[in-house]
């Protein structure tokens, strides 16, 4: 793991700033955390929507492995200082899995870990057909995530799905549950209108850091990082945005080259080779290497 710049900030120490709030973009491999880092953003989200999305070409169904979870986690990590949260699931079982998943999350460089409230099958939090499990459950879980940490750095993000499986009001009565388990930061997910978003910023944003994910065509309205702020929010997610971009960009791109069987007509939406490795910093490489020539 690289050493943390003086220029670095924890998420802890983000997250304590008055006033200020945290925009996490999602990642999903290596290379979309060097671009997102060079974009200026303070802090990244490892989305396992966007996993499953590249490293499986299949849909977010709880289908991502830890081990692949982690696998990815290393690599972003020994590229990028910034801060990571990194998308945990449900933990992969039962508190016992939750413990040794936070562990070797830490280990492994993530700075906070998100835990949900799906039972199995879990889906994504914008999708039908999702249920929980029972609250006491869930708090457990959290316990166990917190007695895991090796560092009160490492933050427990608590999320809760149950707006839309059983209801705003138990949303609510949830959220407060996990809060008392002991959880960093709290997550209540898809919300479905402004004033459901205001009610919960207002109720909650007080209390404890409190997330709002951004899905393009999900259940939330669509909002910018400074509107949700102004609610109450302190952490913003746009886990799969970076993969959508990709897909249309993919498209297009080999459609004209099936079409044309060159990429001339294209070039225009591409990075030039040495851009690529500019950005990737193959000067560094270069001269590392030189070094033990």
Request: glycine fraction near 10%; hydrophobic fraction near 45%.
């Amino acid at each position: 793991m690289n050493e943390k710049t003086s220029s670095t900030l924890s998420l802890k120490e983000l997250l304590a700033r008055p006033g200020q709030g945290v925009v996490a973009p999602g990642i999903y491999d290596a290379l979309s955390a060097v671009i997102a880092e060079q974009a200026g953003f303070e802090c990244l989200y490892l989305s396992g929507a966007s996993l499953a999305y590249t490293r499986l070409g299949r849909p977010d169904l709880g289908l991502m492995a830890v081990s692949e979870i982690l696998d990815t986690l290393a690599l972003v990590r020994e590229r990028v200082d910034l801060p990571l949260i990194v998308d945990g699931d449900t933990g992969f079982g039962n508190a016992l899995n939750v413990r040794r998943t936070v562990r070797q999350f830490e280990r492994a460089g993530a700075n906070a870990i998100q835990i949900e409230d799906q039972s199995f099958p879990k889906r994504c939090g914008h999708l039908k057909g999702k249920s929980l499990v029972d609250s006491r459950e869930m708090e457990g879980k959290i316990r166990a995530a917190v007695d895991a940490r090796e560092s009160d750095n490492f933050l427990v993000i608590a999320r809760t799905d149950a707006i839309a499986v059983s209801g705003l009001d138990d949303a609510r009565r949830r959220a407060d549950r996990y809060i008392a388990a002991g959880a960093d930061v709290l997550f209540i997910e898809a919300p479905t209108t402004l004033e459901q978003l205001t009610a919960l910023g207002h109720d909650f944003g007080c209390r404890i850091p409190l997330v709002a994910n951004m899905v393009e065509g999900g259940r939330t309205p669509l909002m910018t990082a400074a509107q949700l702020f102004d609610l109450g929010y302190r952490v913003v997610i746009f886990p799969g945005g970076a993969v959508r971009a990709v897909l249309r960009q993919l498209q297009g791109y080999y459609n004209n080259l099936q079409q044309t069987g060159t990429n001339a007509a294209f070039s225009g939406n591409m990075a030039q080779f040495a851009e690529l490795n500019e950005i990737i910093g193959i000067a560094d490489e270069v001269a590392r290497a030189e070094k033990y020539t």
